[in-house]
């Protein structure tokens, strides 16, 4: 279950510095690396973290493809008298996520440091932080471990009994939320598996290359600083997507013939591939809606039938926080009006 972003950790370490623009992606070479989640405890009946009512809270971002498929993964299964959510503003700036809109400067702009805390700027489904009315994500961290040095990442599932990080890695939060509260659910709920034994190589299978290409190759494109960097990115992507529209030939779900995480994976990435990677991250060789009309209507039927899907997807956060945060790539922090729709209807 380990590993997804286990490949580059240390290389990343020293740029994750808390005195370093949190904003600078890319390596000398022009790669953009992900680094590794740190906290990698589960809920688990009998464990440290045991299934409880009330007891953990998700902090997300609306605008986050990785936390976005817990909050897909949540409803699906149920889990809202579990885990509480709390919401990021959509901007994040030199200090990371933020619970607050960050003071603009006196032309309107957001400026380069962000240490103050701003006006709400009318951006809805922002919560701010429930528990510690934290300014910064970052403060989450530090309570927990004032030494951390790596990155300050959504989503963070905390538990509110022992005030700690349970875990800051999606693809393991979303698999023991998959069983973990199965004994407190109802049958409807409990029968919902999304990761079914006997299609977990198909889904361990997919999700490698998946995660590579797709879901971690937009932003390996988007964030490339080099020519050669950016077209072995984003190549790779849309040979990826070719691969994908054709598994979907004739078929309703990614793997099997039933929902399951790997359709939840893909969903968040594919989602905002349109509205925001066409254009933001380069990735414009084709659109979801002209080039791909089996994933097209997957991405449909996934967004209009399923309310799970649908009630967490939130284009405002999702294309404010991409055109807004990055100026090295989108400096006057315009956001484009279009595609219209978002996404289109069934
Ligand atoms: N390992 C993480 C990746 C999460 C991640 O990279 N989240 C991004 C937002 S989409 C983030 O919080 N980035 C802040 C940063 O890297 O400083 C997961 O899948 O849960």
Known sequence: MSGEHGAHEGESKAAAGSKQDITAWASKDGQFRRQASTFRDKIEVGGKYPPEEGRYVLYVSLACPWAHRTLIVRKLKGLEKFIDVAVVHAHMGALGWSFYPPVRDQDGGYPKTQGEVGEPDGLAEVTGDPLYKSKFLRELYFRVDPNYSGRFTVPVLWDKKTESIVNNESSEIIRFMNSEFDSLLDE?????????????????????????????????????????????????????????????????????????????????????????????????????????????????????????????????????????????????????VGPQPHIEHL
Do not use: C
């Not at 939130?314 to 922090?333: A, G, L, V």
């Open 188 to 336: 409807e709920h409990v029968k919902l598996d999304l990761y079914p034994e006997a299609l977990r190589s198909e889904i361990d299978d997919q999700n490698k290359w998946v995660y590579d290409t797709v879901n971690n190759g937009v932003y390996k494109s988007g964030f490339a600083t080099t020519q050669q960097a950016y077209e072995d990115n984003v190549v790779p992507l849309f040979k990826s997507l070719d691969r994908l529209e054709k598994m979907l030939e004739g078929k309703q779900f990614i793997a099997g013939d039933q929902l399951t995480e790997a359709d939840v994976r893909l969903y968040t990435t594919i989602i905002r591939f349109d509205p925001v990677y066409y254009n933001h991250f380069k990735t414009n060789i084709g659109t979801i809606r002209h080039r791909y009309p089996n994933l097209n209507a997957w991405q449909k039927r996934l967004y209009w039938q399923n309310d799970a899907f649908k009630s967490t997807t939130n284009f405002d956060h999702i294309k404010r926080h991409y055109f807004e945060s990055h100026p090295q790539i989108n400096p006057t922090r315009v956001v484009p």
